[in-house]
T-cell receptor, first 111, second 115 residues
Framework: RKEVEQDPGPFNVPEGATVAFNCTYS??????FFWYRQDCRKEPKLLMS???SGNEDGRFTAQLNRASQYISLLIRDSKLSDSATYLC????????????FGKGTTLSVSS | DVKVTQSSRYLVKRTGEKVFLECVQD?????MFWYRQDPGLGLRLIYF???????EKGDIPEGYSVSREKKERFSLILESASTNQTSMYLC??????????????FGPGTRLLVL
């Protein structure tokens, strides 16, 4: 099993659609989880951290299922500006600060 | 706001040249990282550092070395550049304070072409 696995997409959706991305991770000892966003030819930027209880930031909702080692990101009411690659990120070891990045899921929102 | 800067946005070098990529962060972060990003391969960790003069190998350290003489600066060195080191190089920093596996903040990247 790959350390962090994501469906590469692309996901092509119209404006206003709801879209969900999933991610699985292999290390059951992982403690920290994130979603990053990367625009074309730009650096990755933190979108949101993912907490055990799930968390929401505006149109974005992240969920964590530790038992299944599964993370999700839900985007509601998609905007053109949401078009980007979304990276699922997990810390490498229980007490470490190095992170493992998934290869990303590409989203394209069209009008 | 956290700011991570990298010395060059674009760089063209010849095979066999020694290449220095510089990264500076202004948030007094303890941890600094160097990645390369290639299409279809995602972000791969080359080296990281938890403290001044300290370094740890990542997943793909071969052909690279690093230097961290000051807390704010982390340099990546390609001892003898090769064409397979053509890539986008990204530097990141994070703090150990707060949650484990802290958020990493990235610089804008350096696109290196080795001819």
């Amino acid at each position: 099993r790959k350390e962090v696995e994501q469906d590469p997409g692309p996901f092509n959706v119209p404006e206003g659609a709801t879209v969900a991305f999933n991610c699985t991770y292999s290390n059951s000892a992982s403690q920290s989880f994130f979603w990053y966003r990367q625009d074309c030819r730009k650096e990755p930027k933190l979108l949101m951290s993912v907490y055990s209880s799930g968390n929401e930031d505006g149109r974005f909702t992240a969920q964590l299922n530790r038992a299944s080692q599964y993370i999700s990101l839900l985007i509601r009411d998609s905007k053109l500006s949401d078009s980007a690659t979304y990276l699922c990120v997990v810390n490498r070891q229980q007490a470490g600060t190095a992170l493992i990045f998934g290869k990303g899921t590409t989203l394209s929102v069209s009008s | 706001d956290v700011k991570v800067t990298q010395s060059s946005r674009y760089l063209v070098k010849r095979t066999g040249e020694k290449v220095f990529l510089e990264c500076v962060q202004d948030m007094d972060h303890e941890n600094m990282f160097w990645y390369r990003q290639d299409p279809g391969l995602g972000l791969r960790l080359i080296y990281f550092s938890y403290d001044v003069k300290m370094k740890e190998k990542g997943d793909i350290p071969e052909g690279y070395s690093v230097s961290r003489e000051k807390k704010e600066r982390f340099s990546l060195i390609l001892e003898s550049a090769s064409t397979n080191q053509t890539s986008m190089y990204l530097c990141a920093s994070s703090s150990i304070k707060g949650q484990l596996g802290g958020t990493q903040y990235f610089g804008p990247g350096t696109r290196l072409l080795v001819l």
